[in-house]
Every structure is written in C-alpha cells, then in structure tokens.
Nanobody
Framework: QVQMVESGGGLVQAGGSLRISCAASGSIFRRDVMGWYRQAPGKQRELVASITRGFITGYVNSVKGRFTISRDNAENTMYLQMNNLKPEDTAVYYC?????????WGPGTQVTVSS
C-alpha cells in the first residue's frame, strides 16, 4: 500500500522559516515527478512545487524565490524549505506524485504563519 507521511509543520511568525519533510513507501518515488501541495481553509488544494527524479524543479509564482523543493531518491524522502513565510502560506501541506495519485494522500502537516 502506497503511503505518504508528512512532518515538520508548525506555527511561525511572518518572515520565518520552516522545513517540512515527506516520507513515502511503496512505488511512489519511482514516479518521475513528485510535488508538494497545499490546501488553505475554504480553498482547493493546489500544487506549489514539483521536482523530477533528475532534480528539475518548478514552482507556482506565489512561492517562487522563497520555497525550495528537494528529494532524496535513495531514501524515498522529499523536502520543502520555506523561507520568508507569509500569512497567506498558512495551509495543510501534502506530498504526492504530480499528477497526484488519488487515494494516496497522507494526513498532511499544518503550517500556520502569524502576522
């Protein structure tokens, strides 16, 4: 059974930093593209960053220059370094393949940014 487990979220003041992690089991990390998604209250889940097995990265404009995605293919882990956090970054963050695999969502990790 494919599982993702996200960790590392928390409460941080605006301008602060957090690093969140994703551990995956099963065959998910053999997918070429992995991504970090987030869902804020009352909003749809959105893809904010993606990375290929060859470490080519992509970001949504709202986080470009502030977030950095990385992955360790040997350890089946993925990270999101978030700097200069803003209140609008407050959301539950999830990892999954890109495109996402339905039914494989983990519990997510809550990131809350206070102003």
């Amino acid at each position: 059974q494919v599982q993702m487990v996200e960790s590392g979220g928390g409460l941080v003041q605006a301008g602060g930093s957090l690093r969140i992690s994703c551990a995956a089991s099963g065959s998910i990390f053999r997918r070429d593209v992995m991504g970090w998604y987030r869902q804020a209250p009352g909003k749809q889940r959105e893809l904010v960053a993606s990375i290929t097995r060859g470490f080519i990265t992509g970001y949504v404009n709202s986080v470009k220059g502030r977030f950095t995605i990385s992955r360790d293919n040997a350890e089946n882990t993925m990270y999101l370094q978030m700097n200069n956090l803003k209140p609008e970054d407050t959301a539950v963050y999830y990892c999954n393949a890109s495109p996402a695999i339905g039914g494989s969502w983990g519990p997510g990790t809550q990131v809350t940014v206070s102003s």
